[in-house]
């Protein structure tokens, strides 16, 4: 008997009408016009209703995950690293779990892996990727003072690796 495979590859896909200015660390796309993007609410780890808009006025490296996603938790301890290195009033990394069971997951997840710095945020409904046009996760978008995106990276990148954290530093100055 003949077994067919198919295997599909999935290219970056675009997700804002212009290409990319430049391409920075990572394969991190930085577009030349900041995009405005739909309003996401979530929850933080005590349950209060929080949207992106919360943060206004800093940087956000917006990054949704899931602990069921393998990459994704890869790539978290990366993340508490930068929000060690950069955070603060200017800059925070928001790391919006879109696990369904809420933030217990996040938070066992966390304690198991020795996360520190980042706060617990969970979209239970899992909108937020749909939203954010995201073809997959983990899906990391760049947001400016105001809340637009200004740059995107779909997968992991080493987030705290010194040319990030340069040229994130760069941005944010």
């Known amino acids: 008997m003949m077994t067919l495979v198919l295997v599909a590859t999935l290219l970056p896909l675009s997700t804002v009408a212009e290409p990319p200015a430049r391409t920075g660390p990572g394969g991190l796309l930085l577009w030349e016009t900041p995009q405005d993007i739909a309003a996401v609410t979530f929850e933080d780890g005590s349950g209060n209703a929080l949207s992106l808009s919360d943060f206004s006025g800093k940087y956000v490296l917006l990054n949704l995950w899931a ?10 301890p990366t993340l508490d690293a930068l929000q060690s290195e950069l955070g603060g009033s200017n800059f925070d990394v928001l790391a919006l779990s879109l696990d369904r069971q809420g933030a217990g997951v996040v938070t066992e997840f966390y304690r198991e892996i020795g996360i520190e710095n980042l706060g617990v945020y969970v979209d239970d409904s899992g909108m937020a990727g749909n939203k954010l046009r995201a073809v997959g996760i983990p899906t990391t978008l760049l947001l400016n003072t105001e809340g637009q995106e200004i740059g995107r990276l779909v ?4 987030w705290n690796s010194d040319e990030m954290i340069k040229f994130l530093a760069d941005i944010l100055s």
């Open 155 to 158: 997968g992991t990148a080493e």
């Open 67 to 76: 602990t069921w996603c393998g990459p994704c938790r890869e790539e978290m």
